[in-house]
T-cell receptor, first 116, second 119 residues
């Protein structure tokens, strides 16, 4: 049973560029959440997708956007990259959307983004 | 807004000994879930244990157990018979049990505790 997968594992970009990160949820899961983890910090919630819609958003600017596809996979896009966007980006999947608040979120291995 | 505090940036334990990691949280909600996640150097965030706030009984998973004190808003993790593979960052996390605006809810994390295990 495949767990949550993310690609790429590492990425180097320069300021002002745009980046797309990808996530495939655990088999049977339909809800995807994205988190940003700065060095030495706990993860911070970016947004959550269910049924191809953004259901909840954390305190992140509009430069951060996402998408969920019919197969439940998801993308995180960041435009106009800043040095402060350098972080580990974690994807987490779970089942059931809003009606299943008790469901545990399972994390992928993350994508390490470095902005120069 | 809910907050999670881990007051121990680093902890150390001897192999085979027991260690307790502390976590406190602040919330006005009565229905919520608490989690401990482990993040080894490989970066993969792994669920260690979860606790439902409505359950009085403390959760246990093999060598891992929690001490959940709802009134004190405290949620500590005890690791018994520590092993070298337990060395990692440990994050305490909170999630609301309420369904806000069609979302399943997000995790709110503490800053983590780095656990070292000495052979």
């Amino acid at each position: 049973d495949a767990g949550v997968t993310q690609s790429p594992t590492h990425l180097i970009k320069t300021r002002g560029q745009q980046v797309t990160l990808r996530c495939s949820p655990k088999s049977g899961h339909d809800t995807v959440s994205w988190y940003q983890q700065a060095l030495g910090q706990g993860p911070q919630f970016i947004f959550q997708y269910y049924e191809e819609e953004e259901r909840q958003r954390g305190n992140f600017p509009d430069r951060f956007s996402g998408h969920q596809f019919p197969n439940y996979s998801s993308e995180l896009n960041v435009n106009a990259l800043l040095l402060g966007d350098s972080a580990l980006y974690l994807c987490a999947s779970s089942f059931g959307g809003a009606g299943w608040v008790q469901e545990t979120q399972y994390f992928g291995p993350g994508t390490r983004l470095l902005v120069l | 807004a809910q907050t999670v505090t881990q007051s121990q940036p680093e902890m150390s334990v001897q192999e085979a000994e027991t260690v307790t990691l502390s976590c406190t949280y602040d919330t006005s909600e009565s229905d919520y879930y608490l989690f401990w996640y482990k993040q080894p150097p490989s970066r993969q965030m792994i669920l260690v244990i979860r606790q439902e706030a409505y359950k009085q009984q403390n959760a246990t998973e093999n060598r891992f157990s929690v001490n959940f004190q709802k009134a004190a808003k405290s949620f500590s993790l005890k690791i018994s018979d520590s092993q070298l593979g337990d060395a990692a960052m440990y994050f305490c996390a909170y999630r609301s049990g309420m369904n806000y605006g069609g979302s399943q809810g997000n995790l709110i994390f503490g800053k983590g505790t780095k656990l070292s295990v000495k052979p």
